[in-house]
């Protein structure tokens, strides 16, 4: 059993999505893309007590809070004939969530009978040729389609949300609900990074040891006498206490104003002496440390909290054999050996499992077809890519040195692909020093939300940059000059290339400083051995000294150390350039009537081309 298919209209920040998982998978993407969403999403259709809550939706979770008819904002020099065409009005949203269920059980197949469709696992769709025959090949699984439908209702002047058999929406005299005891019988648990293990341990309905009790079919036989001990228990009732008296004096003031049939001798109780309430109060306590006291399971630490979490998920896969479990980021407060663990463990444990992450310990664990690249645009159309590796990225070298080279841009939206180290570890320090120098003018490539990655070397850079433009990225490229050949085939993959005209990157900050900057710095770093003694006074040949220690730190931060302690002026103009150049691009808006502009808001520095610096 899994989620082989999930359809979204109008849920937060998705206006609509169409998505395939895999068995076992990763969804990920910057932050805001709608990983998180897309979970709330299953959730709504499949989560057998996630309707309990009332309301089950609110305004919020509208495509841009429209839940009602409104009139539309015109601007003052709008059009009235070309509004009225239009229409006038933004219309009313409805939210519809609809899930494919496939590899359906044998009890699946028996309770959801007369819904049961036919899905193809290899072309990924519905089979509904006339051919009958057809559904005996090996790819073709039955399937359920389930729909959940939120919407405003007027006339209550409240939200209200169902979950229904997709076909008799369609297909019936009215629709059918697909009810709590079906979504159970479909086994999904959601499991919230920092709100799961919050109430893990208690009796609250729907936490982890609640849904063990129900699975267990424990039935608890404990609330009328624990309720008969408490209401026997007074609180702070000795006199000396302070409590009591003050409660006697709050009574005989009472006694002054109204009959004791209203009420009298007031006094404190350990609770509301309510089952509910006793299911909110009631907790686990774990000892900690090596003594005998112990704490509430929620005061651990996130770690331990989470590890016990994995503990109860496997006693609720081993009571219902068949269960979807959809986790968000696994890795918080975990060791990575930790993390891999959970990973494994969970997907022995589950029919189908489904994470989001932004560990590289996490995503290494999964194989390129079971990780799933999300990213949103504007108008709230989501999509999923699937990994491709381009003919120069073997797929040896992708696990090889996923952590170090292709992780972080995986989970970005801009990408800045550096020829090589020096440029990868210098040129993030130069933007970063700018922006602390002069903030009004400058951004950090991380306030400009761009991560950089190492081509190791400048032949690697247009697969890289064919790699992640084919997940969607925007993509730039930083180089020395380059051969027109290799020019072109970069350009035909980034955004935007910044290439200047030195042979290497040493080359353009030694001739595009200052003398005194050059000074500066060879007082302040330990020179190794062997330079130290060619040069024993480098202050006064600080250029050649410098010259050599660059080429022997390349790609050890040395020359990122240099720039780090630059003025402004002092760093080079080509590099201020390209650091104006790349806020810029990055700051322009989506492309409207085919120009991207830059808002006025930005403050955008004036546009400069870093090629076209000496």
């Not at 409660?247 to 001798?265: D, M």
Request: proline content about 5%.
């Amino acid at each position: 059993m899994r989620v082989a298919q999930i359809k979204i209209e109008n849920f937060r920040g998705i206006k609509q999505a169409t998505l395939l998982f895999p068995k076992h998978g990763v969804l990920i993407g910057d932050n805001n893309t709608g990983k998180t969403t897309l979970l709330e999403a299953l959730d709504l259709v499949l989560g057998p007590d996630r309707l309990n809550r009332q309301p089950s939706i609110d305004e919020h979770d509208f495509f841009r809070g429209v839940y009602t008819a409104r009139p539309k904002i015109l601007p003052a020099n709008a059009d009235v004939g070309e509004a009225a065409v239009e229409g006038n009005a933004d219309l009313a949203s409805k939210i519809a969530i609809e899930a494919t269920i496939a590899d359906l059980t044998d009890q699946q197949k028996g309770k959801f009978g007369d819904y049961v469709e036919f899905w193809d696992s290899v072309a990924n769709k519905f089979y509904d040729e006339p051919n009958p025959v057809g559904i005996d090949a090996e790819a073709i699984t039955e399937a359920l389609r389930v729909t959940f439908h939120g919407w405003y209702d007027e006339e209550e002047e409240d939200f209200e949300g169902n979950t229904y058999f997709t076909r008799s929406l369609t297909e019936g005299d009215k629709p059918e609900f697909f009810s709590k005891k079906h979504k159970q019988l479909c086994g999904f648990l959601y499991l919230r990074s920092l709100r799961t293990g919050s109430r893990a341990l208690s009796l609250e309905r729907g936490s982890l040891l609640d849904i063990i009790l129900r699975l267990k079919e424990v039935r608890l036989q404990m609330w009328e006498d624990t309720l008969s001990i408490l209401s026997t228990i007074s609180v702070a009732s000795d006199p000396s206490l302070g409590i009591s008296p003050i409660l006697e004096s709050i009574n005989t003031a009472l006694k002054k104003y109204v009959p004791k049939e209203w009420g009298i001798e007031p006094h404190l109780k350990v609770s509301n002496l309510t089952r509910e309430h006793l299911r909110k109060v009631i907790t686990a306590f774990i000892a900690t440390g090596d003594g005998d006291h112990a704490a509430p399971f929620y005061r651990q630490g996130a770690g331990t909290i989470n590890m016990l979490v994995l503990a109860m998920l496997s006693q609720i896969a081993e009571s219902k054999q068949n269960v979807i479990f959809v986790m968000e980021e696994p890795e918080t407060a975990i060791p990575p050996y930790a993390q891999k663990r959970i990973i494994h463990e969970v997907r022995k444990l589950a029919s189908q499992a489904l994470f989001t992450s932004h560990s590289p310990y996490v995503l290494e664990e999964f194989a390129t077809e079971e990780t799933v690249v999300l990213a949103r645009d504007a108008e709230g159309l989501l999509v999923q890519k699937n990994i491709e590796l381009p003919d120069n990225v073997k797929l040896k070298r992708y696990r090889q040195e996923f952590r170090t080279r292709f992780c972080e841009g995986l989970l970005a939206r801009r990408i800045l692909i550096a020829e090589g180290p020096t440029e990868y570890s210098s040129f993030p320090v130069v933007c970063r020093r700018l922006a602390e120098l002069n903030p009004e003018t400058y951004l950090s490539l991380e306030a400009l939300g761009i991560c950089t990655v190492d081509a190791n070397g400048e032949k690697n850079i247009p697969g890289m940059a064919q790699l992640y433009k084919a997940l969607g990225k925007r993509i730039f490229a930083i180089c020395d000059k380059q051969e027109e050949e290799n020019k072109a085939l970069i350009e035909a993959q980034v955004e935007q290339l910044l290439m200047h005209d030195e042979k290497g990157f040493e080359d353009l900050v030694l001739k595009g400083t200052t003398e005194e900057a050059l000074k500066r710095f060879t007082k302040q770093m330990d020179w190794p051995p062997h330079l130290a003694k060619k040069y024993p006074n480098p202050e006064v040949q600080a250029a050649a000294a410098l010259e050599e220690y660059f080429s022997w730190s390349k790609g050890n931060w040395g020359i990122a150390d240099f720039l780090a302690q630059c003025s402004e002026i002092e760093i080079p103009e080509w590099l201020r350039g390209a650091a104006l150049q790349l806020k810029a691009t990055c700051l322009l808006t989506p492309v409207v009537n085919g120009k991207a502009t830059i808002p006025a808001e930005a403050e955008v520095a004036p546009e400069v081309d870093p090629n076209g610096i000496d």
